[in-house]
């Protein structure tokens, strides 16, 4: 009777085949953390239209009083809108990914496979709460008779950048948090201070040179820019060689984090 053992030269020369010899165990967590999602708070479902209705109230107002966003050819309703879902995007993406190994520290120390698996599956829960916010935008669009045109064909491109972000910075603070804990406190700064470096509640064109160069170093930037695009028939300008910026930073983000995550994953068992 042969007898399999499982090594950490075993893991280490399998990972990738187990990534998708485990992938039924990706569509196990990331539906059960959409059940606890909702079932865990009092309004359930409603909670993913009054979040963005109260932001995007709030960020319209700011927008016009103090950005000085004002009615061009597109309203500034749905400028903030737009802007709005693709950062709750991000930034609940982002935030499931960062506490997320910590959060299944019970699963992690129990038995092996692929902890990859753990803060890409928490992508879902940040996507479907996109989704459900996304009817908001069309309300508004039927409202005020905005219709996109075939440009909206490019819309899931996008979103993907934007889960390519979330999910590189996710890594970066998931494999952080395991050895420095106190980075589960810096999640909600990072966020905060991430909203106003990001163009939801005004727009990337109020920097100019090599400034919008560097600001779109911010890969939100280029989400943003290019879902606005996306939706407003070219209403919306892009800049491109800022797009292709924030393409690149987060092909980059992603790219490292993964290195890093691999890096200190053998470790996880230990220290969590």
């Known amino acids: 009777m ?3 053992i499982i090594s950490a030269e075993h893991e280490e020369k399998n990972y990738w085949t187990d990534l998708w010899n485990y992938r039924e165990l990706l569509y196990f967590l990331a539906w059960r953390d959409i059940l606890v999602r ?3 708070t009092t309004v359930g479902v409603a909670w993913a239209f009054i979040r963005p209705i109260i932001t995007i109230s709030i960020g319209t107002l700011i927008a016009r009083k103090v950005a000085g966003l004002g009615q061009g050819a597109v309203p500034t309703v749905l400028l903030v809108g737009a802007g709005t879902l693709v950062w709750q995007l991000f930034a609940t993406s982002f935030s499931e ?3 997320s190994l910590v959060s299944n520290a019970n699963l992690i120390s129990k038995i092996y496979f692929p902890r990859l698996l753990v803060p890409a599956s928490t992508l879902a829960v940040g996507f479907v709460d996109f989704t459900i916010s996304l009817l908001i935008l069309v309300v508004l669009m039927l409202w005020y008779h905005y219709l996109p045109d075939f440009r909206i064909l490019t819309l899931p491109l996008f979103i993907l950048l934007a889960l390519t972000a979330s999910l590189g910075a996710g890594l970066w603070l998931a494999a952080l948090t395991v050895k420095y804990r106190d980075f589960r406190f810096i999640v909600p700064f990072i966020v905060q201070i991430g909203l ?6 005004y727009t990337s064109d109020k920097f100019q040179g090599v400034w919008r160069v560097v600001y779109s ?5 280029g989400a943003i820019d290019g879902f606005r695009w996306a939706i407003f028939h070219g209403s919306y300008p892009i800049f491109w060689p800022g797009l292709i910026l924030s393409i690149a930073t987060s092909l980059f983000l992603l790219t490292t984090a993964i290195i890093y995550f691999r890096k200190t994953e053998k470790l996880f068992v230990d220290m969590i």
């Open 217 to 221: 170093l911010n890969p939100v930037v």
């Open 196 to 201: 106003f470096l990001s163009p939801v509640w």
């Open 97 to 99: 990914a960062g506490n």
């Open 2 to 4: 042969e007898e399999l």
């Open 38 to 40: 909702y079932k865990q």
